[in-house]
């Protein structure tokens, strides 16, 4: 006999499973693991909720199992790019295996990692993922890590104590830029870096200088930019103040490879016969750049299911091994031969 829900008790996971005509494991596999589930299973598991108007009581399931299904997720308060795709990343896959995410800000020098994990104790967090991309925020994450699981997102931190690491191997993306670079035949390889305490730019210029080292090309001094377009603009003008202008740029990011096409254009080069340029990030609107840019795309979809998967068997009792994404060099119009003078 088919359970039903009366007019005065709310609808529960039996009903669920009586209307789906499935297991009472079955719906909780849907709403915990739903990758576990075979789509038809899974669809009828979910039209069955929505037609009981089903809702999972979350206290409940707390006290029964001793989890919250939530992660706290750390950021470093800026709107930038990377650390904003990174964080939506890990909040859709942190829905997809079945957990509520609720975010925190570690700003500046004045914020307090202590005050950051009172608020998560308090939510009972299961875990937290540490978006560190800048010193600052990685030093939040071994202090949060003395209580919580933790997951760390850095380009460059140790592999051993209390932290899990996933990364982008930002430096392979470094090479990988400037080694399309090589291959045009460029040999004057200049790079606009990104600020000096993020993780994410100190990879890229190593990246860049090993790649010109393993070709025999000279390195040249980096090129100091940050993360906007007009710093990108305002190092395009200290290039083409040099002596030897490089014939290719290689940006940290692509607002600065932004300013650096519009510093060379007010200048009336042409790229990228007069000078290649190549940025970092694939940002929406990059391909219609005038011209369109050639760039490096960061995984943002695989991090954030790693570092979901990373504390999930972190939270299992398990010792997960570091994982890394490598990018993908994106090749546009701004890159072309050289062109000798």
Known sequence: MNARP?????????????????????????????????PATRERVRRAIADLGYRRNLSARALATNRSQLIGVVTPGVTLFGPSHATTAIQHAARAAGYA????????????????????????VDGIVVVAPTVRTAEAAHELAVSLPVVIISADQPTS???????????????????????????????????????????????????????????????????????????????????DVPTAVFAANDHLALGLLRAFADAGRCIPDDVAVVGYDDVPG?????????????????V????????????????????????????????????PR
């Open 161 to 243: 104590g209390p932290l899990h690491l996933v990364t982008i191997d930002h430096r392979q993306g470094a090479r990988d830029a400037t080694a399309h670079l090589i291959g045009l035949g460029h040999r004057h390889i200049a790079h606009v870096a990104g600020p000096a305490d993020w993780f994410e730019a100190r990879a890229r210029v190593e990246g860049w200088r090993f790649e010109l080292l393993d070709a025999g090309l000279p390195t040249l001094d980096v090129v100091e930019g940050g993360w906007d377009a007009g710093q990108g603009y305002e190092a395009g003008q200290r290039l083409l103040g040099q002596r």
């Open 304 to 339: 954030g299911r790693q570092a979901i998967e990373t504390l999930l068997a972190v939270l299992a009792g398990n010792v997960p091994d570091p994982t890394s994404s490598r990018p993908e060099l994106v090749v546009r119009a701004s890159s072309g031969p050289h062109v």
């Open 286 to 302: 990059s391909a219609f750049y005038a011209p369109s840019l050639t760039t490096v795309r960061q995984p943002f979809d695989d």
């Open 101 to 124: 995410s609720v975010t925190a800000a570690i700003e500046d020098a004045t914020a307090n990692p202590h005050d950051v994990l009172e608020f998560f104790l308090d939510l009972r």
């Open 6 to 38: 009366t007019p005065h008790r709310p609808p529960v996971m039996a009903d669920v499973a009586a209307r789906a005509g499935v297991s009472h494991q079955t719906v909780s596999r849907v709403l915990n693991s739903p990758g576990l589930v075979r």
